[in-house]
Antibody, heavy 123, light 107 residues
Framework: EVQLLESGGGLVPPGGSLRLSCAASGFTFSNYAMTWVRQAPGKGLEWVSSISGSGVNTYYTDSVKGRFTISRDNSKNTLYLQMNSLRAEDAAIYYC????????????????WGQGTLVTVSS | EIVMTQSPATLSVSPGERATLSCRASQSVSSCLGWYQQKPGQAPRLLIYDASTRATGIPARFSGSGSGTEFTLAISSLQSEDFAVYYCQQYDKWPLTFGGGTKVEIK
């Protein structure tokens, strides 16, 4: 059974940093691209960042470029999102999701999702 | 950035009736379109990808159609578990973008 478990969310002041983790199990992690999607309270879904199976190729939405870094440790079956210079508008539930594409091929639709971790940005 | 517009924002439907949800792209996304269902307090679930292919385990009452800029998600006979928010998502071009969602509520 595929499972994705996010952690690392919490309350951080504006300008602060957090590192989110997503522990994966039930599939060959290194074979699949992974993604972070966020959802502000009461709002819709927003794609944040994606990474290929090897970790070589990464993609970001413009609003987080230069502040967020996506990475993965395939030996630990874990996806990460390092978030720096956090802003109020970054507050959201952050979901990790598994891409349906294998290896370096991103299909960019997502068949398994974690339950999310809440990031609150406030002084 | 490709803007995805969903309509209506809210759809009131009686159980057993058919529901039709629309999604429009600001430019052509070919067939690179997915639909997700999200219930309160839960993560989204993939229903449809490539505009019309049902994801694994999705009941046949869900169907997707369209290409280019106009897409439709149809639910043939609404069950109690289908009342939720539905999002479309394009993946033809970066950045990936979602529509604002359609809430399907009980009439």
């Amino acid at each position: 059974e595929v499972q994705l478990l996010e952690s690392g969310g919490g309350l951080v002041p504006p300008g602060g940093s957090l590192r989110l983790s997503c522990a994966a199990s039930g599939f060959t992690f290194s074979n699949y691209a992974m993604t972070w999607v966020r959802q502000a309270p009461g709002k819709g879904l927003e794609w944040v960042s994606s990474i290929s199976g090897s970790g070589v190729n990464t993609y970001y939405t413009d609003s987080v470029k230069g502040r967020f870094t996506i990475s993965r440790d395939n030996s630990k079956n874990t996806l990460y999102l390092q978030m720096n210079s956090l802003r109020a508008e970054d507050a959201a539930i952050y979901y990790c999701a598994k891409d349906t594409g294998t290896g370096e091929s991103l299909r960019n639709h997502f068949d398994y999702w974690g339950q999310g971790t809440l990031v609150t940005v406030s002084s | 950035e490709i803007v995805m517009t969903q309509s209506p924002a809210t759809l009131s439907v009686s159980p057993g009736e058919r529901a039709t949800l629309s999604c429009r792209a600001s430019q052509s996304v070919s067939s690179c379109l997915g639909w997700y269902q999200q219930k309160p307090g839960q993560a989204p679930r993939l229903l449809i990808y490539d505009a019309s292919t049902r994801a694994t385990g999705i009941p046949a009452r869900f169907s997707g159609s369209g290409s280019g800029t106009e897409f439709t998600l149809a639910i043939s006979s609404l069950q109690s578990e289908d009342f939720a928010v539905y999002y479309c998502q394009q993946y033809d071009k970066w950045p990936l973008t979602f529509g604002g969602g359609t809430k399907v509520e009980i009439k």
